[in-house]
């Protein structure tokens, strides 16, 4: 059966830029939370007394929830015989998803006061089931809302959304965390505070949920019956792609969640948990740079106010980051941004000039990206102080396009395997419940810094995966 929407061609633009825009705010969500995740770990291995290992956990189960939720689906699939996105629709699987990640948060409030961090760990773990379900309807919905061509710069677009969220995100946990200045030099948590902020959450992902089931939206949806299969796995961009979307995912958490312990080393400046929010937001804020940069083709039609867009976003970026963060020091003792982020600059400029030559193909991009990656992850793992730190944070700028340079490559072509494309790649974020511990033991056994030597690893695979698909790839523009 074809579900199909008889609407007029102008309709039906105005309907999909709507869908897109209700799909791109879902996207806020995902890196707000994803990004606190950084402000929750050293929180709770204070205030719990856990090891490195143990803080990890809490990034375990939180990306644990995705394979968990992805391998619900494809049980769903083999039961029902029936995709469930393409049974019930986008809309009806991003506000199941929503209402799912509702409840998460309503047990987190609950596990707070009851201050047990199994329960805390429990409420991760059902956020990121909502999570799951949104992300593998979301991803190659907006892909397929226009041109294949620009696929990859929708997701950028959505991404730089994401990130947004991701850069606020730690500032706003952290004010809720520790409350007052005053307070937040004592280390003291604020229940309350984390109420409301939950109780937010909720009603957002509630609201949104909503106004998903009561948009009309057009669904071009095959629902028929068939037998269970992988057919998915036959497509070799689809299998080095879930490779490649494991690694990704686990360096790019590994990289945040490992800083605060980082950075309460003598050599990166003994700065104290409640104090390191300026580098975890420029962290994730970086991030938002590079997929700003990667959206610029969307803006304009015109080649030479798309070069434009492409070097001038990146730096708005950087100056949303930078204003978000002077008002959040405001009064606070200890934090000199400036000293952070002036030197950063030289970093932003380099990924501009990285991006410049790269843009018009996405699997060169990621080629591109992973190199540097590795590079500076290398020379942070050789140099020492505020430079070694420079050269870690910037992960974040060569993380910032991968996932829709993956994600584009890996189902390209697939036609009525694009789903199950998708829910594998979302399985695979599971490389963030499984790296990030990975890197804890081996800051327990060995020492933090010493434990990066994951980073610059990952970055080499995903280089790899880059040339393999730039090889592979028809000559077309991504």
Request: net charge neutral; with cysteine; glycine share 8%.
């Amino acid at each position: 059966m074809q579900k199909i929407f008889n609407l007029s061609a102008q309709t039906r633009d105005m309907q999909k830029q709507t869908t897109f825009y209700a799909v791109v705010s879902i996207f806020f969500f995902w890196g707000f939370l994803a990004a606190s995740n950084g402000i929750f770990i050293p929180f709770c291995k204070e205030h719990f007394r856990l090891s490195q290992l143990e803080s990890q956990l809490i990034d375990s189960t939180f990306y644990g929830g995705y394979f968990v939720g992805s391998l619900l689906l494809f049980v769903y699939r083999a039961v029902r015989g029936l995709d469930f996105v393409n049974e019930y629709g986008y809309a009806r699987s991003f506000a199941t998803g929503l209402f799912i990640s509702a409840a998460g948060a309503l047990c987190m409030i609950l596990s707070l006061h009851m201050g047990k961090y199994a329960f805390i760990l429990g409420s991760f773990f059902v956020i990121a089931l909502g999570f799951c379900l949104q992300q593998v309807a979301a991803n190659p919905f907006v892909i397929l809302l226009g041109e294949e061509r620009t696929g990859a710069h929708r997701l950028n677009l959505a991404g730089g959304v994401n990130s947004f969220g991701t850069t606020i995100g730690p500032l706003i946990v952290a004010y809720f965390l520790f409350g007052s200045v005053s307070e937040a030099m004592k280390g003291k948590v604020q229940l309350v505070n984390i109420d409301v902020l939950y109780v937010m959450l909720i009603v957002l992902f509630v609201a949104l949920a909503l106004l998903l089931l009561f948009l009309r939206m057009e669904e071009n949806l095959l629902v028929t019956k068939r037998e269970f299969s992988l057919d998915a796995l036959k497509y070799p961009q689809v299998v080095l792609g879930m490779i490649a979307i494991f690694v990704y995912v686990g360096v790019e958490v590994t990289i945040q969640s490992n800083m605060g312990e980082l950075l309460r080393l003598p050599e990166y400046g003994a700065i104290p948990n409640e104090l390191n929010f300026p580098f975890i937001s420029l962290y994730w804020g970086s991030l938002m740079m590079g997929r700003w940069a990667g959206a610029s083709e969307l803006f304009s039609a015109d080649t030479q106010r798309k070069k434009l867009l492409q070097v001038a976003l990146p730096f708005v970026a950087y100056s949303v980051v930078y204003a978000v963060n002077i008002l959040r020091a405001q009064g606070v003792k200890g934090v000199t941004l400036h000293d952070v982020f002036v030197p950063y600059l030289l970093f932003v400029v380099l990924m501009v000039v990285v991006s410049y030559y790269t843009i018009s193909n996405a699997a060169k991009m990621l080629l591109a990206y992973s190199v540097a990656g590795a590079l500076c992850m290398v020379l942070g793992l050789c140099t020492n102080e505020k430079l070694s730190l420079m050269f870690f944070m910037s992960g974040g700028l060569w993380c910032s396009v991968m996932w829709p340079c993956i994600f584009a490559q890996a189902i390209r072509n697939l036609g009525e395997h694009t789903s199950q494309a998708s829910s594998l790649l979302i399985m695979m974020i599971l490389g963030g419940a499984v790296i990030p511990p990975i890197q804890g033991w081996l800051a327990d056994v060995y020492h933090i810094k010493t434990s990066y030597i994951v980073t610059p690893l990952c970055f080499i695979y995903l280089a790899y995966y880059g040339w393999w698909a730039l090889r592979h790839q028809t000559q077309e523009p991504a």
